[in-house]
């Protein structure tokens, strides 16, 4: 029997995927250290507190067109009307006092409203000359007039904690007139790989040696404002070595990704010199295709996710358990579950395991979007991820996918779809 959360297909003492995910993230402590990011350069990070709006948004009530502001009392009988025009109002300047007589005030888009005008005729409807504008048409009470706090209320909200600030976010701040907003410290992630095949792009293979792809893979995926990822470099296949790179990283990093030597192979020493460094391990070996040798831990102050040597499970393992690892170290919460779309392939496999095949979404007039595999699967092969925007997900209970079958979309990125502003 395996406990809670394991799985037997497929190979015994399988972790399944949402219980392993969730006890990596249960080891994530969210970080409390914050910054001020200028306006500027606060795109992609991760607010640290709500941004409340300090008075109502707008701050008055204002014009929203181009136009003439007057009275409706003043619009008598069925029109058309003629009315003396007594001033301008134009944005950024005070607006005039209004007369007490019928009278209209030419009014600009953004100029504040004076008290007791209640409508704004748009200029489309009016005829002017010689001092006097004839309205057309009334537009009725309130018209073409944004009210002061209509947008928002002094003391509202405007966003939470825990939000990636993109544009709007940072033209609320403006508005709301901050110049620095309060983010969560950028997670600090240390990238290495192990295995004495690889070499650096650029360097003469060899005859049995490989070019190490999955490093600067990674450390690109991991390139974001809200994150600092720093290269530990290609480490060789020996336990000794590889713990004493990992006792230092433990010191300086919230978050420790590795891949290669997380199997069983008899140069696979991830475990033993995790171990070795002091590390506590949490899970290994996951019911997911590809990418079954996971393996997650903490050591220290510091978090370890160590992935396959594979590229594509590697590139998939930063995205299920990296991704929401560092969402919770933000303090954020966790993603949603992939969305489901109809498959638009025919696939086969034995049952036991989620699986992701690299795929797209097809959009086709008058068709429901599909998900489209891009080249078939396979943990190795990179060139099917070229035409990919993401994964499609078969679940772990499925044995076959016809063309129109519900199946799971995973994009690349987490694209914060989760119904709140977070």
């Known amino acids: 029997m395996t406990s809670p959360g394991e799985c037997n297909c497929d190979g015994p003492g399988l972790l399944a995927l949402d219980q392993a995910v969730a006890r990596a993230v249960a080891l994530c402590r969210p ?8 306006l500027a350069t ?19 009530d204002h014009a929203a067109m181009d136009g003439y502001a007057l009275r409706g009392e003043d619009l008598g009988g069925s029109g058309p009307w003629p009315l003396p025009v007594t001033g301008l109002a134009a944005a950024g300047g005070a607006a005039p006092a209004a ?16 008290a007791g005008l209640d409508r704004v005729v748009m200029q489309e409807d009016c005829t002017a000359g010689d001092g006097m504008v004839t309205i057309r048409r009334d537009p009725g009470p309130g018209a073409n007039i944004r009210r002061a706090g209509e947008d928002a209320r002094a003391g509202q909200i405007l966003f939470p904690a825990g939000r990636r600030i993109d544009a709007v976010a940072v033209a609320l701040a403006a508005i709301a007139g901050r110049p620095l907003l309060p983010v969560v410290r950028q997670i600090r992630v240390g990238v290495m790989t192990f295995g004495d095949e690889l070499v650096a792009p650029g360097a003469p293979p060899g005859p049995a040696a490989i070019h190490d792809s999955n490093r600067p893979m990674l450390l690109a995926a991991l390139a974001r ?22 006792t230092d990283a433990a010191g300086r990093f919230d978050l420790i990704v590795s891949t290669g030597g997380a199997s069983v192979g008899d140069r696979d020493h991830l475990k ?19 990418g079954k040798p996971v393996m997650f831990g903490r050591i220290g102050g510091a978090v370890f996710l160590g992935l396959p040597g594979n590229p594509v499970a590697a590139l998939l393992g930063l995205r299920l358990f990296g991704t929401a690892m560092i969402r919770r170290l933000q303090g954020r919460p966790a993603e949603p579950p992939p969305v489901m779309a109809a498959a638009g392939f025919t696939h086969g496999r034995r049952a036991g395991r989620t699986e992701f095949l690299p795929a797209r979404l097809s959009c086709q007039p008058g068709r429901q979007p599909a998900v489209v595999t891009t080249g078939g699967s396979g943990a190795a092969r990179l060139v099917p991820l070229v035409a990919a925007t993401g994964f499609a997900v078969i679940p772990a209970a499925q044995d076959t996918v016809a063309p129109g079958d519900p199946v799971g979309w995973l994009p690349f990125a987490d694209t914060d779809l989760s119904g709140d502003p977070s």
């Open 272 to 290: 033993p010199a995790f171990l070795a460094a002091g590390g506590t391990i949490e899970g290994w070996r996951v019911a997911m295709k590809p």
């Open 42 to 60: 606060a795109a992609g990070r991760i607010s640290a507190a709500p941004l409340v709006a300090p008075e109502p948004m707008p701050r008055f």
């Open 31 to 38: 970080v409390t250290d914050t910054d001020d990011a200028p």
């Open 225 to 246: 404002p809200d994150v600092a990822a720093a290269d530990l470099g290609a480490l060789p296949d020996d336990q000794a070595i590889i713990t004493a790179a990992i």
């Open 99 to 114: 007369n007490s007589g019928p009278h209209a005030l030419r009014i600009l888009t953004g100029a504040p409203v004076p």
